[in-house]
């Protein structure tokens, strides 16, 4: 049997993990979800079931991962050998496939702006209609995308330690610096401490149902959570690292992050809009077309340049994260080499990501369930398929290893502090809160409910 590739110590799999964690969801999608759902009261929401429900998912997932040494179709069969349980495992891998084609469009379209800012075209970028011209033009998105794909499947060709964990150690505390720098030019404007004061004071008054939901929904954006990411990357991990001290440091280090991001964001947004939190509430065109009118407000190309350069280090963690897990399923299963698998995900990837980008244009007339290709993937992955993996990771456990078998993985390297924390989720929890998110956001896709 071919030997089990792996991180070389604990700091490369804290570092990995968090940058899987760390990505676009974090940069643009958590600051407006907190602008619209009550600015500290979500933050505040947010970092309860991150140390709950999302501690619980992440020790499971990479328990699993380490335990059995597989990616997610083959840590299923090693624990059930029952197809039932096998179609759960298949479910977790597939996740990844569909997800890095779509989210390296959006890389590609983060790769665009940063060349317009480090070309001295700062002023252009704030004009509302670049966006949509890009968006437009077929060649120039292919382009962006390729660009952004490359850099991903480099560092896949690289391999876990050569690949990975080297660009992890470099990109993770970059990425920490820079977005640090952003925070104290964002938090200094005129105008900006009121934004800070709507981010970081919860205000219990607009706390709301909603406000769970979306905090819930945000939390697989945010922890990699039902992508094959965490069992994958857990399969590498050696028996003696310490799985509750990882992953509270990843906890730690994506809640940090996500805190940062609303500091850049909302503070600034506060001050260019004169503090109506409304200017937050644009989704994707938040980055792409509020920001860069406010970052032309500020004066100088430089914080575009630091701020776009931030986004594309957090796109890029995420997506080498992504093609990592299909690429590991590939070998795994197909019992490929390296070069093998990872050609074929790059294969999918411009395949499935050049449809995306022809969405806009050329297919602007298909639109499965009134939605562009892109969001159609992005709805189908984000709002079905993951609730449902996580659901299989969670079912997997309580009916057929049994939580103790999971536990035993766990303790024989972690002292499991928060252990009753763990039963009382995986138990009582955990497959109701995965049932809401899976029902609300498909009422939000279709428009009954709002997230």
Known sequence: MKERKGFSGRLGYVLATAGSAVGLGNIWRFPYLAARYGGGAFLLVYIILAMTFGYTMIMSETAIGRMTGKSPVGAFRALGKRKAVTAGGWINAIVPILIVPYYSVIGGWVCRYLWGYLSGGGAAMADEAVFGQFLADPAAMELCFMVFSVMT??????????????????????????????????????????????????????????????????????????????????????????????????EIFDTVIAILAGLMVIPAVFSFSGGDPAALNKGPALMFVTLPKVFASMGGDWIGILFFLLVLLAALTSSVSLAESACSTFEDE???????????????????GTLSCLGFNVLAGVTPLGMDILSFFDFLTNSVMMPV?????????????????????????????????????????????????????ILDAFGLIKI
């Open 334 to 352: 197909l019992g490929w080499s390296r070069s093998r698998a990872a050609a074929l995900v790059s294969v999918i990837l411009i395949l499935l």
């Open 389 to 441: 993996a996580s659901a299989c990771v969670c079912l997997l456990i309580l009916l057929v290893t049994g939580p103790e078998k999971i536990e035993e993985e766990i303790t024989s390297s972690s002292a499991f502090r928060r252990r009753k924390v763990f039963r009382f989720v995986l138990r009582y929890m955990s497959v109701m809160l995965l049932a809401v998110i899976l029902v609300s956001s």
């Open 153 to 250: 499947m480099l560092v896949i060709f690289g391999g876990v330690q050569n690949g990975i964990e080297k660009v992890s150690k470099i990109m993770m505390p970059l990425l920490a610096l820079l977005a640090v720098v952003v925070v104290i030019f964002s938090v200094t404007r005129k105008g900006a401490l009121e934004g800070v004061k709507y981010f970081l004071i919860p205000d219990l008054r607009r706390l709301s149902l909603m406000t769970v939901v979306s905090a819930l929904g945000q939390m697989f954006y945010s922890l990699s959570i039902a992508m094959g990411i965490l069992i994958t990357f857990g399969s590498y991990t050696k028996k003696d690292v310490d799985i509750e001290k990882t992953t509270v440091q990843v």
